[in-house]
């Protein structure tokens, strides 16, 4: 059973969230703010969070990014329950690195169906499933990446970007986060170096047009996203 942790510091809302979990089959755990919520994802990380923006003390945003710059929580699933609509905002927390958000009010249905969505796109773990997006296809065993049967022509990092990008859509990533990510942490390489190799790669993906799928994100870094 996936566990899901709902962190939100208004208990009628914690408890409408707890009794949809569980009428859809997952295992809800609660947390009332974020050092609560540090403290249970210490004891056992589970595999989403469900984090409420407005919390006393350290807010959602900045709870998010703490979980995304530890390793341990890098990869966790986050989405964010905002009452904020603003395209700023929302920018703002895809930025600090949730999957998703939610906007309040919501309906319990829609909070579920983005749940599920979230975990069967972080369903992390094997590296060696093709990924493919509208016909845009990676095949990470034979190292090859084809858009409708016909092949794309890859340099070696290009691939790996591109790897790292289809196994994470919708979330952007900074130049520093990428080198960390792609070329490894520790390895001494000019953060300009990222958007040489994003050139290449959407040159590389402009043939059949995929080159839209990875976007820039001003001020802030790239995504992959099949939505414009
Ligand atoms: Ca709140």
Redesign the pocket.
């Known amino acids: 059973m996936k566990r899901i942790l709902v962190v939100?510091?208004?208990p009628a809302?914690r408890e409408m969230i707890r009794f949809a979990l569980q009428k859809a089959g997952l295992q809800c755990e609660e947390a009332g703010d974020a050092e609560q919520a540090l403290l249970a994802v210490a004891a056992s990380p589970p595999d989403l969070v469900v984090l409420?923006?407005?919390?006393?003390g350290m807010s959602?945003v900045e709870l998010a990014r703490r979980l995304r710059r530890e390793e341990t929580t890098a990869q966790l699933p986050i989405i964010l329950?905002t009452?904020r609509v603003e395209e700023n905002d929302r920018v703002h927390g895809l930025e600090a690195g949730a999957d998703d958000y939610v906007t309040k009010p919501f309906s319990p249905r829609e909070l579920i169906a983005r749940i599920n969505a979230v975990l069967r796109r972080t369903r992390g773990g094997d590296e060696e499933q093709s990924i493919e997006y509208e016909g845009l296809l990676l095949d990470p065993v034979g190292h090859r990446v084809e858009s409708d049967g016909r092949s794309l022509e890859l340099a070696p990092t290009e691939f790996r970007l591109l790897q790292f990008f289809m196994s994470h859509p919708d979330r952007v990533y900074s130049r520093e986060q990428l080198l960390d990510h792609v070329w490894g942490r520790g390895i001494f390489v000019e953060e300009r170096t990222v958007d040489v190799h994003i050139r290449r790669l959407r040159k590389a993906l402009a043939g059949p047009g995929y080159d839209r799928f990875i976007q820039t994100v001003r001020g802030a870094g790239y995504r992959f996203s099949t939505r414009s």
Not at 52 to 56: A, V
């Open positions: 939100e510091d208004e809302i409420d923006w407005m919390l006393p959602g329950l009452a």
